[in-house]
């Protein structure tokens, strides 16, 4: 068995790298649009009785977040390595 080049090892990581960082970032930024929908109890909202927006405890509104970054976060993954990566191969070979 022969070991990669550094050329394929660079590659490699580079195609790895962008899809993953790229939906780990939308992911992780995709948890404020769970607090356009739902809110916590607090003081600000007099305990959730002045709330516009329906009230969830805060155990699941972490949870609604995980989930929104978790869903958000693999499909970007899935657009970028099927359609993006293909494209910027084009491009540069």
């Known amino acids: 068995m022969q070991l990669p080049t550094r050329k394929d090892a660079l590659r490699y990581v580079y195609s790895q790298a962008l899809s993953q960082f790229v939906g780990f970032y939308v ?52 657009i ?3 359609n993006l990566k293909p494209f910027l191969r084009r491009k540069t070979g």
């Open 27 to 78: 992911g992780m930024s995709s948890t404020g649009l769970v607090s356009r929908f739902f809110e916590t109890r607090r003081v600000s909202n007099m305990w959730g009785l002045m709330a516009r927006k329906p009230v969830v405890d805060a155990a699941t509104f972490g949870a609604f977040q995980q989930i929104a970054a978790l869903m958000i976060g693999f499909v970007v993954f899935e």
């Open 80 to 82: 970028v390595s099927r």
